[in-house]
């Protein structure tokens, strides 16, 4: 099983709050990602980072904002959270040398917000 | 457009039985393709990963093939258990950039009786 662990894995918030997941890894991969699932439906990637100092949007809008200021850490952060960002949260990380680009992933956080 | 679509979306067998899930993508350039299992509320864990050569890999009940001519992978399942039970997702991965990006299907689940 994969080292990568997500905090809270369960969070139930009310409107206009702010909330930061949390993604550490143990492995020392560069390579870090977040992503977003509603159910029944495909992951969609909101930021990656390769690595310390690095950020990036992904594929979809998000209001959310990350930071990498450490390798193993990646949190995620909602200033203001709305019921709209209600959904399942996962973190992933890859080292990237393998070529395969092989991604694991942390168990989630799914976000309640009311 | 890079897509991954899943077929079935939804699949009930009896505890004991095989299925075959498929995939069809149109994500090109094409680098790897892999199957994820993810079980309710969980991240998803890789199953097989297969890069354009090798057209079939199997990993215990699970073996999965691949036709890159036509764009199209299986995956089966032999002997079901009840903990087969899960979201069985499709990945597609693209060598066109240094992040090689992922393109996610939809998942079909599956639903294991006894």
């Known amino acids: 099983e994969a080292d990568i662990y997500q905090t809270p894995r369960y969070l139930v918030i009310g409107t206009g709050k702010k909330i930061t997941l949390e993604c550490s890894q143990t492995?020392?991969?560069?390579?870090m990602y977040w992503y977003q699932q509603d159910p029944g439906m495909e992951l969609h990637l909101i930021h990656y980072s390769y690595g310390v100092n690095s950020t990036e949007k992904g594929d979809l809008s998000s209001e959310s904002t990350v930071s990498r200021i450490r390798t193993e850490h990646f949190p995620l952060t909602l200033e203001s959270a709305r019921p709209s960002h209600t959904s399942q949260y996962l973190c992933?990380?890859?080292?990237?040398?393998?070529?395969?680009?092989?991604?694991?992933f942390g168990p989630g956080t799914r976000l309640t917000v009311l | 457009k890079n897509q991954v679509e899943q077929s079935p979306q939804s699949l009930i067998i009896l505890e004991g039985k095989n299925c075959t899930l498929q995939c069809n993508y149109t994500v090109s350039p094409f680098s790897n393709l892999r199957w994820y299992k993810q079980d309710t509320g969980r991240g998803p864990v890789s199953l097989t990963i297969?890069?354009?050569?090798?057209n079939t890999k199997s990993n215990g009940r699970y073996t999965a093939t691949l036709d890159a001519d036509t764009k199209q992978s299986s995956l089966h399942i032999t002997a079901s258990q009840l903990s087969d039970s899960a979201s069985y997702i499709c990945v597609v991965s693209d060598r066109g950039s240094t992040l090689g990006r992922l393109y996610f299907g939809r998942g079909t689940q599956l639903t294991v009786w006894p």
């Open positions: 492995m020392g991969h560069d390579k």
């Open positions: 297969m890069t354009f050569s090798e």
């Open positions: 992933a990380s890859s080292d990237g040398t393998s070529g395969k680009n092989e991604q694991f």
